[in-house]
């Protein structure tokens, strides 16, 4: 069974926001979020720690995406403003199992539970 369970993509145009949603179905960890565009890498957007105290976001969303955690719903969300073509891609949410997140921990990508992926598509 799935521990991490992404919902909340879609398709919006330029400009407008979406939230993602990542339910995490074990004790409370660090999460993370990534996303891959077509015929790119992987790359990390932004973190958590366990308690939802410390959090990174990678500087070129961090004016646009906020990154936060409900410890009580074991949920994260991924606020995301003024999207513009270039964020279209899959979004991954990615847990444990560790608690901490810092900018090395996202580049690093070694969570333990990931999830099957969320598709974001900006149109122009």
């Known amino acids: 069974e799935a521990q991490v369970e992404e919902s909340g993509g879609g398709l919006v145009q330029a400009g407008e926001s979406l939230t993602l949603s990542c339910r995490l179905k074990?004790?409370?960890?660090?999460m993370g979020w990534y996303r891959q565009a077509p015929g790119k890498g992987r790359e990390g957007i932004s973190c958590i720690n366990w308690i939802g105290t410390t959090t990174y976001v990678v500087d070129s969303v961090k004016d646009r995406f906020t990154i936060s955690k409900d410890t009580a719903k074991a949920t994260l969300y991924l606020q995301m403003n003024d999207l513009k073509p270039e964020d279209t891609a899959t979004y991954y949410c990615a847990a444990g199992g560790f608690l901490s997140c810092s900018p090395e921990r996202l580049r690093g990508g070694d969570y333990k539970y990931w999830g099957q992926g969320t598709q974001v598509t900006v149109s122009s």
């Open positions: 074990a004790d409370n960890l660090a």
